[in-house]
């Protein structure tokens, strides 16, 4: 089966993102009714946003957030579009709609259906911290100043370690070294885990450095695509590390007991 073949969805599975939702909404037993004001036409959408936000919330069910993905993802595109508008900073809008889009996913206890634009507030203020994160990486870099070898060569080092310290420093890097690999190998074993499509979008994401853009065009397929299979990918690889490492964390507070 080619890459393309694999991210390719039937279209009952993309088309009517709202209907999506409301069927979804009224299998578990959710109505509009639910949230204050929803009766006004003008924010049917916006209530249908903050409902199934509300059911993630209660239910953490994958099902209602990528329903919830689909119905908002291009009003949160849209959003950090023109935001970045406004900085001409040259970030990257799918990198923040994505990093938006995990936070929204980790940080559900946080939200509150308390009226029908609930979510598109909340969800503008995560695309604000998601843009002033990137902001604040750019700005935290320290400029390096170089001095001439010569005048380097008239300073002796007052900052020189004795050989003890050295030791230790050594010895602490070879530690870190060695967890490091751990890590690395335990990433492996739960990227290997990951379904073949998974694995091929990801290679080119984060190995290759394609943007999400890049990798939609090769494959024929919608950048929407692409982006919720990176998504999904790297969520499987963190849940599944951390279950590793908990496990191990388990079995060595056992053992010491």
Not at 101 to 117: M, T, V
Not at 118 to 126: D, E, M, N, Y
Not at 135 to 164: F, K, N, W, Y
């Amino acid at each position: 089966m080619t890459p393309a073949a694999m991210l390719r969805v039937p279209e009952s599975a993309v088309a009517g993102p709202v209907s999506r939702a409301e069927t979804l909404l009224v299998v578990r037993g959710r109505t509009m009714a639910e949230i204050p004001g929803s009766a006004a036409p003008l924010c049917r959408e916006s209530a249908l946003a903050t409902l199934l936000m509300d059911e993630f919330r209660c239910t953490r069910d994958r099902d209602v957030f990528e329903a919830l993905v689909a119905l908002v993802a291009p009003q949160l595109f849209a959003r950090v579009r023109r935001k970045l508008r406004t900085l001409d900073a040259g970030f990257d809008p799918h990198e923040l709609l994505q990093d938006a889009i995990i936070n929204i996913y980790r940080y559900p206890d946080r939200f509150e259906a308390s009226r029908p634009g609930a979510f598109a507030a909340w969800s503008t203020t995560i695309v604000d911290n998601a843009i002033r994160r990137q902001l604040r990486q750019r700005r935290s870099g320290v400029p390096l100043c170089l001095s001439p070898t010569e005048v380097l060569t008239q300073h002796a080092c007052d900052g020189s370690l004795a050989p003890d310290q050295q030791a230790q420093d050594h010895e602490e890097c070879q530690q870190t070294g060695a967890a490091f690999g751990l890590l690395l190998q335990i990433y492996l074993q739960a990227f290997a885990h990951l379904s073949d499509r998974e694995r091929y979008v990801l290679e080119q994401v984060e190995v290759h450095q394609l943007r999400y853009a890049e990798v939609a065009a090769q494959l024929g397929v919608r950048h929407e695509a692409v982006k919720m299979v990176v998504f999904r990918a790297r969520k499987r690889v963190h849940d599944r590390i951390g279950a590793w490492l908990g496990a191990a964390l388990g079995h060595a507070v056992e053992a010491a007991a």
